[in-house]
C-alpha cells in the first residue's frame, strides 16, 4: 500500500507542477511584456541575464516567489542597500500588486530546472561555499535554494560580493537576510572575494 503511494507520488507530483505551469504562463506572458514597457530590460538585459553594467543583477535563475519578495521589498524600502534605492526604486515605485505578480511570474518561469551538476573544477572558493554552510540554503552549486531563497549560481561577481557584504553587515536585512546574517562571520573578505568569484563561474 504504501509502495503504491510512494510510486504514486512522482506523477502526483508532475501533473501539480503541469497545472501550475499552464495557469502561471497565462501571467508569465504579461510579465512578458511588462518586462519591456516598464524598461526592466534597459538594466537587466533582453533575456534577463545580461546586466547593462558591473554590479547589476542577472535575473534568470532567481526562482519566482523571491523575485516577487524582493520587488516587494524594494518598492516598499524594506530592502534599501547597494545601488537599490536610487537604480530600481523610481521604476517599482509605480507598479501594481498585479503588475509585480505577473514580472515575478515571468522572471520565474526563465529558470531553467538545474542540470544534474556538471561540476566544475576544484578552486579555494568552491571550497569555501561547500564548507562554510552556503549549500545548506542555496543547494549544490548555488542552483537549487530552499524555497523563497535566492538561486546564486552564474551571477554578477560584483553583485554577489556587494549583496554578501551587505547582509554581513546588516545593510541588508529584509526578506529572509536574517537567516543568512549569523552565518556570515565565517568568512571574511578575501573568503568573500573569492566565493564571489567561484559563483560567478558556474554555469
Ligand atoms: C535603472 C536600472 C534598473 C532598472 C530599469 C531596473 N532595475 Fe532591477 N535592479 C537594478 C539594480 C542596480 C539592482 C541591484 C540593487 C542592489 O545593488 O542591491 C536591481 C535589483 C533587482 C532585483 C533583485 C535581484 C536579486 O537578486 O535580489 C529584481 C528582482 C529586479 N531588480 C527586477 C527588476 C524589474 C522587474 C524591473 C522592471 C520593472 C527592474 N528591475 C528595473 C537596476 C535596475
Ligand atoms: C541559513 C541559510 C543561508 C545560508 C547558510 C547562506 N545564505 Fe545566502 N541567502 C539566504 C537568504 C534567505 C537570502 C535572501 C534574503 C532575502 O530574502 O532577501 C540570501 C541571499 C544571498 C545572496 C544575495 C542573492 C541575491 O540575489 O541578492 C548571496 C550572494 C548569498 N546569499 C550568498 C551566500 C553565501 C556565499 C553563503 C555562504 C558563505 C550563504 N549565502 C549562506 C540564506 C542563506
Redesign the pocket.
Known amino acids: 500500500m504504501l509502495k503504491t503511494v510512494i510510486r504514486q507520488l512522482p506523477t502526483v507530483a508532475v501533473v501539480a507542477a503541469f497545472s501550475a505551469l499552464t495557469l502561471s504562463s497565462a501571467l508569465a506572458a504579461d510579465g512578458k511584456a511588462l518586462?519591456t514597457d516598464?524598461?526592466?530590460n534597459?538594466?537587466?538585459g533582453e533575456d534577463a541575464k545580461t546586466p547593462l553594467q558591473e554590479?547589476?543583477?542577472k535575473?534568470a535563475g532567481?526562482p519566482g516567489d523571491y523575485?516577487l519578495n524582493?520587488?516587494k521589498d524594494?518598492k516598499s524600502g524594506a530592502r534599501a542597500?547597494?545601488?537599490?534605492v536610487d537604480?530600481?526604486k523610481p521604476?517599482?515605485a509605480d507598479?501594481s500588486d498585479d503588475e509585480i505578480g505577473a514580472?515575478a511570474n515571468y522572471?520565474g518561469s526563465l529558470r531553467e530546472a538545474p542540470t544534474a551538476a556538471a561540476t566544475g573544477p576544484a578552486s579555494p572558493g568552491k571550497t569555501l561555499f561547500l564548507t562554510k554552510t552556503c549549500v545548506a540554503c542555496h543547494g549544490k552549486e548555488g542552483k537549487k535554494p530552499l524555497p523563497g531563497y535566492?538561486a546564486i549560481a552564474g551571477q554578477d561577481k560584483t553583485?554577489i560580493l556587494?549583496?554578501m557584504k551587505d547582509i554581513k553587515t546588516g545593510a541588508r536585512t529584509n526578506g529572509k537576510a536574517n537567516a543568512m546574517q549569523p552565518v556570515m562571520h565565517l568568512v571574511n573578505d578575501d573568503e568573500m572575494t573569492s566565493v564571489a568569484e567561484y559563483l560567478s563561474t558556474v554555469k
Do not use: D, S
Not at 542597500?81 to 537599490?84: D, L, R, W
Open positions: 518586462y516598464k524598461g526592466c534597459a538594466c537587466h554590479g547589476f543583477p535575473l532567481l523575485v524582493q520587488l524594494i542597500n547597494g545601488q537599490t537604480t530600481m521604476i517599482v507598479l514580472l522572471i535566492p553583485y556587494a549583496q
